[in-house]
């Protein structure tokens, strides 16, 4: 098997990948990275000095592929698989590429800072950056309120790159802060990629591991 995914499930950005993966219906290796033992975290900085996953190993190919969007788009050039995640259409692809990044930059990169702001000890807390990152994740919330009307996915008709990036971030930035009655368009969405078959297997897989998400 020359594809090896190190990763954990309830990482936002590991469920990405994990969708993209049970898309194309691919063979790999899941590698759980426990950064709590030792050698564990020895062997995977050595790989991977930034010490973030998921990382993809490419056996056949020598190729170590880092950061969730390279690694999809490698499957694309490399591994097509079972389903096509990035349009030949230039125009939508261009589209795709845009969700994708909206999703990471302006969905996930606050919901992130909500959570980790739950994680840090009692006088080391961010307020102000938290009350930041839950305004931007509102004006978030309503642009893509606007721009997914009338869409079953995020570009139109064919799911892609866009809704991979756009399931574990809205799933996750709901828990958190819910998208409630004002974001109809949003939350059907949210329902739509929740009964994906791809990304129900990767919450499927996260769920043994839910307690160690902060409340």
């Not at 694309?76 to 795709?96: D, V």
């Not at 006088?123 to 009350?131: A, M, N, P, Q």
């Not at 570009?155 to 399931?167: E, H, K, M, N």
Request: glycine share 4%.
């Amino acid at each position: 098997m020359s594809l090896k995914l190190y990763y954990h499930p309830l990482s936002s950005y590991c469920m990405k990948v994990l969708t993209a993966l049970y898309e194309k219906d691919l063979a790999f290796e899941a590698k759980l990275v426990n950064f709590g033992d030792p050698e564990e975290n020895a062997r995977f900085t050595e790989m991977w000095p930034i010490r973030k996953f998921p990382v993809l190993q490419d056996g056949a190919r020598d190729r170590l592929i880092t950061e969730s969007t390279p690694i999809i788009e490698y499957l694309e050039l490399h591994y097509p698989g079972k389903e096509q995640l990035l349009p030949t259409n230039p125009e939508m692809a261009h589209e795709a590429r845009w969700f994708d990044r909206f999703f990471d930059l302006h969905v996930h990169t606050h919901m992130q800072k909500i959570v980790g702001d739950k994680l840090r000890p009692e006088g080391k807390k961010d307020g102000f950056g938290v009350e930041e990152a839950v305004t931007k994740l509102r004006t978030a919330y309503s642009v893509l309120e606007d721009r997914l009307k009338d869409r079953i996915w995020a570009i139109g008709d064919q799911y892609t790159l866009a809704d991979c990036s756009a399931s574990p971030a809205l799933f996750y930035a709901n828990l958190n802060l819910p998208l409630g009655a004002e974001h109809p368009s949003v939350s059907r969405y949210l329902e739509r990629l929740m009964n994906r078959p791809s990304f129900a297997r990767a919450i499927e897989e996260a769920k043994p591991y839910f307690h160690m998400v902060p409340k």
